[in-house]
């Protein structure tokens, strides 16, 4: 299996109840793909000195948010001009809003496709292998 594994800064903009902040705070992330689960990417949160907290979406709609507000659910993705990216998540325990530079992320985007095109994902094989095994 392989990896993309990209740390990214970036800022903190609301959270809580949709509570826009005063001031930006700084937020590390790290961003994850992996070709053993080769639709989706995580990103992790730093929400402590050893604490992470994890969100997983599909590749497709971090790129669709690169270009336009993209996401009706827990995660949305939208441009914020030419260099800014913003990525709100919520769940019923609360929501953030963070923003990275959209130039990082094209790249972190970049390295995924040049593991696996985007459209020629093998997401069956698995299935195929345990179906076979258990002569289903």
Not at 51 to 64: G, I, Y
Not at 86 to 96: I, K, W
């Amino acid at each position: 299996m392989t990896h993309v594994v990209k740390y990214i800064d970036g800022a903190i903009t609301a959270h809580g109840g949709a509570r826009r902040l005063s001031r930006p705070a700084t937020v590390r992330t790290r961003w994850e793909y992996s070709t053993g689960d080769p639709l989706a990417v995580q990103v992790f949160i730093q929400a402590g000195r050893d604490e992470w907290v994890e969100w997983a979406f599909a590749r497709d709609l971090l790129a669709d948010g690169l270009i336009a507000e993209a996401g009706s659910g827990d995660v949305r993705i939208s441009p914020m001009g030419l260099f800014t990216v913003r990525l709100e998540l919520s769940n019923p325990g609360g929501y953030a809003a963070l923003e990275f530079d959209a130039e990082t992320t094209c790249e972190f985007l970049q390295e995924t496709y040049d593991l696996i095109l985007p459209g020629t994902e093998q997401v069956l094989d698995g299935v195929d292998r345990f179906l076979a095994a258990h002569s289903l």
